[in-house]
C-alpha cells in the first residue's frame, strides 16, 4: 500500500508527490523559502568546490559574486547616436548650470564622490589606506564578476547625468580647456570601442568598463551588489583581511561556479 502524502509543514493530506505543501498560505509560503535555502546551499557547495579545485583554502574567508556570461558583439550604430543625443542634452544642461555663481562656488569640483569608501571615485588619490585596499578588493571580486551589474548601463546610458557632465567639464578644465556640449559629447563616445558586452552597457568591453574612473557615472562609481555590500559590512565589522579573502563568481541562470578571485593572488601579480 503506498503511504498516503502529507504536508510536511503541518501533516494534513494532500495529492500530488511527497514532500509537497497543503493549499495552505503559510505552508506554501515556507516550502518555497526551504526550496531557496536548499538552492542557495547546493550553489556554495559548488561554489566551495570551485574554491579548492582553484588552490584556495576551503577554511579562510570567502564569499560569492554574480557573473556576468554576456560576449561580446559589435556596436549598434543607432544605439551610438542614441547615446550621443543623451550625451549631448546632458552636457547642454550640465554647461548651463556651471555658469550660474552658486555652482562655480562649490569648493572641490568634485560633485561625482559620493563619499563611498570602495567607490574609486574621482577624489579617491586622497582615501585612506583602508579605503584604498577596500577598493582594491571590490575590483577583484568584479574582475571574475565581469560585471553583471554593468547590464543595465545599457538601458539607462551608462547611468549618466547631469551631474557627472558638470565633473567632467570640470576635469576637462583642469587641463586648461573650456569645453564646449559638442566637445563633452565626442570625448565619452571617443571611449566607445568596436564591441561592447551583448545587451549591456555600450561602454562595457572585453576588460570591463572602458571610461576612466573620472568620467563615469555617480551610479557605476558608488554602486556595489548585494553580495559585495555584505561582504563589506562583514569588513567594517570584523576588519578586512586583505591577504585572505576570495571570491567565486557564481552563474544566476545555473548557479555554476564561473571563475575564482583572491586578494594574495591579485596583490603578488600587481608585485
Known amino acids: 500500500m503506498i503511504p498516503e502524502a502529507r504536508c510536511t509543514r503541518c501533516g494534513t493530506p494532500v495529492r500530488g508527490a511527497p514532500g509537497a505543501p497543503c493549499l495552505s498560505l503559510d505552508c506554501r509560503t515556507e516550502a518555497a523559502r526551504r526550496a531557496v535555502r536548499v538552492k542557495a546551499e547546493a550553489r556554495r557547495g559548488r561554489a ?13 574567508p570567502w564569499s560569492t559574486t554574480p557573473f556576468n556570461p554576456a560576449r561580446q558583439v559589435s556596436v549598434d550604430p543607432e544605439q551610438v547616436e542614441a547615446l550621443r543625443a543623451q550625451i549631448s542634452t546632458l552636457a547642454v544642461a550640465a ?36 579605503a584604498r585596499a577596500v577598493e582594491t578588493a571590490i575590483a577583484t571580486a568584479c574582475a571574475g564578476c565581469r560585471g ?17 557632465l558638470r565633473r567632467a567639464a570640470r576635469e576637462v578644465r583642469e587641463d586648461g580647456s573650456d569645453p564646449s556640449a559638442d566637445d563633452l559629447t565626442d570625448l565619452y563616445l571617443s571611449y566607445l570601442g568596436a564591441t561592447h558586452s551583448e545587451d549591456g552597457c555600450l561602454f562595457h568591453g572585453d ?37 585572505e579573502h576570495a571570491f567565486v563568481a557564481v552563474s544566476r541562470a545555473d548557479g555554476r561556479p564561473r571563475s575564482v578571485q583572491s586578494l594574495a593572488k591579485a596583490a603578488s601579480k600587481a608585485d
Open 48 to 60: 566551495l568546490e570551485a574554491l579548492v579545485a582553484a588552490g584556495e583554502s576551503a577554511h579562510g
Open 148 to 164: 553583471w551589474c554593468c547590464r543595465y548601463g545599457g538601458r539607462d546610458g551608462a547611468h549618466l547625468s547631469v551631474a557627472t
Open 95 to 130: 554647461l548651463l548650470e556651471d555658469t550660474r555663481p552658486a555652482r562655480r562656488a562649490r569648493s572641490d569640483g568634485r560633485s561625482g564622490d559620493l563619499g563611498h569608501p570602495a567607490s574609486g571615485a574621482p577624489g579617491a588619490e586622497s582615501a585612506s589606506p583602508r
Open 207 to 243: 576588460r570591463g568598463c572602458r571610461l576612466p574612473r573620472d568620467l563615469r557615472s555617480e551610479v557605476c562609481n558608488a554602486f556595489l551588489c548585494g553580495e559585495l555590500l555584505e561582504v563589506v559590512a562583514g569588513w567594517n565589522r570584523d576588519g578586512l583581511g586583505a591577504g
